[in-house]
Nanobody, 124 residues
Framework: QVQLVESGGGLVQAGGSLRLSCAAS????????MGWFRQAPGKEREFVTA????????YYADSVKGRFTISRDNAKNTVYLQMNTLKPEDTAVYYC?????????????????WGQGTQVTVSS
């Protein structure tokens, strides 16, 4: 079992930045790809970005490419999401997730563990 706890959400003005963190505990010795998803009010949860176990490979949804950066520190069992140039349409609950697989999983069903989510609100 892996437990994930997100932090760093909040209210920010359009054009601003936030950094989300996702701390993992439990069976963290296994190799997990990590991802971030988000769910806006009235919408389905959508993929944002993923990072491989080593951190060498990353993948982004087109909507955030060039603005968001995912990174990880395996020594600290923590994954980060740096969000710059935020837009009102980035407003959502952001979830981190862990997938016990290689590569860069982009589908929800490939992830076994999920955090509780952290709210990000971008005002115009």
């Amino acid at each position: 079992q892996v437990q994930l706890v997100e932090s760093g959400g909040g209210l920010v003005q359009a054009g601003g930045s936030l950094r989300l963190s996702c701390a993992a505990s439990g069976r963290t010795s296994s190799a997990y790809a990590m991802g971030w998803f988000r769910q806006a009010p009235g919408k389905e949860r959508e993929f944002v970005t993923a990072i491989s176990w080593s951190g060498a490979a990353t993948y982004y949804a087109d909507s955030v490419k060039g603005r968001f950066t995912i990174s990880r520190d395996n020594a600290k069992n923590t994954v980060y999401l740096q969000m710059n140039t935020l837009k009102p349409e980035d407003t959502a609950v952001y979830y981190c997730a862990a997938a016990p697989r290689a590569g860069l999983p982009t589908r929800e069903e490939w992830y076994d563990y999920w955090g509780q989510g952290t709210q990000v609100t971008v005002s115009s």
